[in-house]
């Protein structure tokens, strides 16, 4: 019998706000060259509906030794609230001062194809594109290219929508 091992944490949406989690990762040092130095997993969840609120429950599926960086946005009707948080053995610690995060809102009147960006190895990314009403990611494209020798990633945008695009980077790199 297989055993799930991982960590869960709840949180409750009011009502008209949708919340997404995602699990910052580190690229190990051996694909350092080749990889941006960040990744980002979206944590999957469950929910349960209470009146008008939605309880939500994120699971961790890999979480490290020692502490895992989370990045939290909720969408609300107008607007995004950006968040960060730590979770570290049973708690979770959301930070007063955000990490570096550069996210931007992407708005085109013709259908366009937005960056073309990189992956790791295993097929990680170092940016997302989210559509807000929805909250789910705008899925890339992939594609081999022969002259860097690279697996990279474009994403279609529809027109007259809005996007929200994320990605983590180093205080340095700003």
Known sequence: ????QGKHFSITDPKDVKT????INKTEKEFLDESPKYTMQRLDFTEEIRGDNTRKTFYVDNPSDDYDQLVILSFAKDRVVVNTALLEGEKISISKRPMPLKFDSIYNETETEYKDFRYTPNLKRPICIID???TEEVKPMLYFDEKT???KGKCKLKPYKSYFAFEIRDKKDN
């Open 132 to 134: 807000p009403e929805t």
């Open 1 to 4: 019998m297989d055993m799930w």
């Open 20 to 23: 997404v989690i995602y699990q």
């Open 149 to 151: 020798n690279e697996v």
